[in-house]
Nanobody, 116 residues
Framework: QVQLVESGGGLVEPGGSLRLSCAAS????????MGWYRQAPGKQRELVAG???????NYADSVKGRSTISRDSAKRTLYLQMNSLKPEDTAVYYC??????????WGQGTQVTVSS
């Protein structure tokens, strides 16, 4: 019904920036919460940033102050701007959408690698 496709990942040097995108397609939906998660090898998946239907945002302590989550409703796209990237940010980043019907949709992920 709903497809989510992440893009924008890649290899960047420490201190660099990336903007991740999550494009939605398929059936229309009303969302309760949208978020970016990441998972590094050997670690649990963690919430990086989230945004509610009303526009309230929250961030993990590890990225607070250097990341910004936003959305473009017309383009049905969710973004994560990440600045001052660190090697610890290396992970697969996943887009998640939770609808008002408590249905979760996930993308396939995009790899972010921060290395010199």
């Amino acid at each position: 019904q709903v497809q989510l496709v992440e893009s924008g990942g890649g290899l960047v040097e420490p201190g660099g920036s990336l903007r991740l995108s999550c494009a939605a397609s398929g059936s229309s939906f009303s969302f309760y919460y949208m978020g970016w998660y990441r998972q590094a090898p050997g670690k649990q998946r963690e919430l990086v940033a989230g945004i509610t239907n009303g526009g309230n945002t929250n961030y993990a302590d590890s990225v607070k102050g250097r990341s910004t989550i936003s959305r473009d409703s017309a383009k049905r796209t969710l973004y994560l701007q990440m600045n001052s990237l660190k090697p610890e940010d290396t992970a697969v980043y996943y887009c998640n959408v939770r609808t008002f019907w408590n249905i979760d949709y996930w993308g396939q992920g995009t790899q972010v690698t921060v290395s010199s």
